[in-house]
């Protein structure tokens, strides 16, 4: 399964875009192609804006085109700087023909800017850009081409002044382009029907990534930039800012009319009817999986954005002009205060010249209010029980006094007269996005363990109140689902009697939509589900398994989940699969990290077995001990999973993986409890042949009775400078024996390190039953929930020190 969903991932058509931060030095050009390098898909599309600052650079060059000297000067300037960009990017070898091709475009400029030829200047920096790319990533042995975008993407400039794309022509163009391996795309130019020079506006680049998503009909956009999540307002004002891993698709278009430096309206409109994932990635931290725009509109995100020196525009009842279409005309933002039905529009001062020439064109001549404003808009969440204005908000909004104060369903605007300060604006923040920690919950299997987890999950969230919500938002098992963050834990049996069935990609969906931080409490014993984790962490889930199954997959996919573990920065307990609430594996983790150095660990891993082999004394068959253990829930639902030694061996691969060991189930050597071929049978033919069972335990019993010794189940790993040494079988030991000593269900764990060589570590204590497995579980969920309240104290303390450093109120 690991390999197939590698596979699905490499062949997947994939637009990466980057930024001209990402691109602003020579090892930024590099770092960029170690990262493209570094993803599952070996050819891509790639689309690029101008390295840093270039493109300011060339238009404060044709600003000067009136003053020559001052002209040549910075043209001078300018051609060093890149001159310089290009020979640090390149190697010697590579960087002369590249040379040529830039002074060719540096040497036009002057007749260019003199024909008013703009953008044909301003091209250069994107031109530059796919140039050093495609270079260094030829260097790297890739197939790479650079593409000038104005060789295929076409556009109609509409009466407004916006301009609409040519689908179907920009499309025939581009397809005899492609070639194998990347194809790098000038980000920002591309031409319109009379075949001159255009550009998409500021932040176009993003714009043409999408449009290219678009046009080859990508599964995936990728916006690299220098963020690594879209944030609930902006994190240089408000350092405790919610970064976000999922923004809904409405919200995103709203929160980007609303001018956000991250997002962009026109960015999505390509994507609008095309199914393709939009993520915003960091360029400087690629590990992070970023913040992904999904197309589920349940996912519960607000933001607080603020724009400065802003005006407020009152329009004449006769407008027909839309603040859409006066922002994608003018390429700034320009939106409609909320409530108002589009007749009172804001926009920052400093673009106010150019709004009132454009509406001027169009007859339209508004009122603008002789006062600047500090702006701040509440972009609400979905939830409607949600987007009521918190009382303690409220309250601070009328010591406040705004000038004034618009609002609707979807958001809340406020104009203040003076500007707030950063730490007004933190408190603001603070006040409509609470920061209670909360853990949403979802647990998967309700039979013995499960029932007992839940029925300590009420407590745990009475010992937890006012420090963090564990709220259960999710339940399901084989048959039924309950998919609602409303569900009362002490009345669970009754609202999952009622749940309907529920397809595997419900789940996904379900977890991809519920908010941060969120985790899966695996409480079956189902394979399949387990095989399942690696699709199921990359919804941004933490994940709690007492399911053996998943820790024990074959390396492959083992391996796979981790990755995905680690890419999604959640964490994996897997503390009951070994010894149920016993704490080894944490034992393990710390004489590790504490720089131990284990050298065996054997014992007595399972309980069912303990307790057959403690409580058998010949007195009865075997099989009738087996069923006693059975109703009881001490054993697997087939107890023959204990019998054949399979789930002791699965324990020591738990341990073994625990140590970083590489082993697979099959390099550990098994003498199952059960006669051969019993195994294989239904569990009515097994029980009909019972008695080979009974028989094979009657007389392995009454030999080590006649020897004055007992019988136990015993597994030892042992980690060797040839190599790690794993076996399961039975044993018979004398009564003065360690593993010899113990009550019925005991596990043993006798750990033999380089601390405890002499005088092993020895950890005993029940190994099995509902209650110490669900409360081992309670232990893992109480690791995560402190983790949790952790991160939120860190986030209050930034917060206060804001709060400490911010300016007073002038």
Known sequence: MAVQQLSSEAHKVVVHKFGGSSLATAERFHAVADILLQQPQQSAWVVVSAPGDTTDHLLDLIASAADAANFDTQRQQLSAQLRLLLNRTLSAQTAPQALNSLNNWLAQIPALVQAGQHNEVLATGEKLSALLLSAVLTERGKE???????????????PLGDAQVLWQQSADLLAPLKQAGFNVVTGFIARDTAQNSITLGRNGSDYSATIVGALIKADAVHIWTDVDAIYSADPRKVPSARAYRQVPWPLAIRLAELGNPVLHAKTLNPLAQHPAELIVRSSYEPQQPGCRVSRQSAIEVQFVTDLAEAVLLTLPAHCKVSPQQAAAALQFPVFAAPATQGKQWLVAQKNLDALLQFLGQQQIYPRVSSEQFYAVAWLKPAARQQRQLPLQAAHWLERQQPAHSFQDDELALWLFSPALTANELTELHQLLLPTTVRLNIVVAGTGNVGSEFLSLLAKQQQTYAGQIELRLAGLFNSRQAVFSDQINVTEWQQTLAVAAPYQKQELLDYLTGLPDPKVLVDITPSRSFAEDYAEIVRTGCHLISANKQGVTLPLAQYQQIVAAVAEQQVSWQANTTCGAGLPVQRLLQELQSSGDHIQQ??????????????????????????????????????????????????????????????????????????????????????????????????????KAQAAGKVLRYVATLAVTPQGPKAQVELLTVSPEHPLAAIQACDNVFVIES?????????????????????????????????????????????????????????
């Open 144 to 158: 790479a081409q650079a593409i000038d975008a104005r060789d295929f993407l076409r556009l109609e400039l509409q």
């Open 601 to 702: 660990i054997s014992g007595i891993f399972s309980g069912t077995l303990s307790w057959l082999l403690c409580k058998y004394d010949g007195s009865a068959p075997f099989s009738e001990f087996v069923l006693q253990a059975q109703a009881e829930g001490l054993t697997e639902p087939d107890p023959r999973d204990d019998l054949s030694g399979k789930d002791v061996q699965r324990k020591l691969l738990v341990l073994a993986r625990e140590l970083g060991l590489s082993l697979d189930i099959n390099d550990i050597t098994l003498t199952p409890l059960l006669p051969a071929g019993l195994d294989t049978l239904s569990w009515d033919e097994f029980w009909a042949r019972r008695h080979e069972l009974d028989q094979a335990l009657a007389d392995t019993y009454a």
């Open 754 to 810: 380089d601390w405890y060589q002499a005088n092993p570590l020895v950890l005993k204590g029940p190994g099995a039953g509902r209650q110490v497995t669900a409360g081992g579980i309670h232990a893992d969920l109480a690791i995560l929930a402190r983790q949790q309240i952790a991160v939120a104290k860190a986030a209050r303390h930034s917060q206060a020190q804001a709060a400490a450093w911010a300016n007073p109120r002038a």
